[in-house]
């Protein structure tokens, strides 16, 4: 074995290691995925289909000039093919509470040539979002993350226009993971009607819609 090779496979090792030490960490409290776990989130993980960004994406049935938020955007993994779907008439308002992982999901914008997405540091729950202004949200693996979950799905409720779908997306490797059925109990009171599921216990997708009447 080379002497790089060595190198790398240390380092592969040494990260893997600080993330179960974060994981073990964070299941005794709603902490956000760290910034520089930053490389690890926005792989794609192969043993979990239902989970990848492009089947999240295949499933809202995007259309050219949607708005779309992207309500934890982390580094980006989701936002950067979202706006790409929606083409240039449409945007994508991706909102973070770290300042570092907004800076690299903004280079990795820029880097790819995208204007159609707007960046925010906000925290959900608070009611910062403008009401009726989303076709589409989404929550990837940060539903958990949240302390005030019931207020942060109440607000992304009254963002969506009438007929409006939330995705919510998990994996059962996250620290924070919320089930189908504890997600319905906190999307229900607000309003929200189950639209479709997709996937299994492990990893999953559930649209969650804003009825027409709304």
Known sequence: MTLVLQVCLGLVVLLLAVASGWRLVSRRSSLPCPSWLARLIELDNPFAKNYNAQSIIQRLDLRPGMRVLDAGCGPGRVTIPLARAIGTQGEVVAIDIQPRMLRRAAD?????????????????GRGMLERNQFDRAVLVAVLGEVPERQSALQEIYHALVPGGILSISEIAFDPHYQSRHTILTLARPAGFCEEAFFGNRLAFTLHLEKPTGE
Not at 109 to 120: D, M, W
């Open 108 to 124: 990795k914008a820029q880097a790819a040539g995208l204007t159609n997405i707007t960046f925010r540091e906000l925290r959900l």
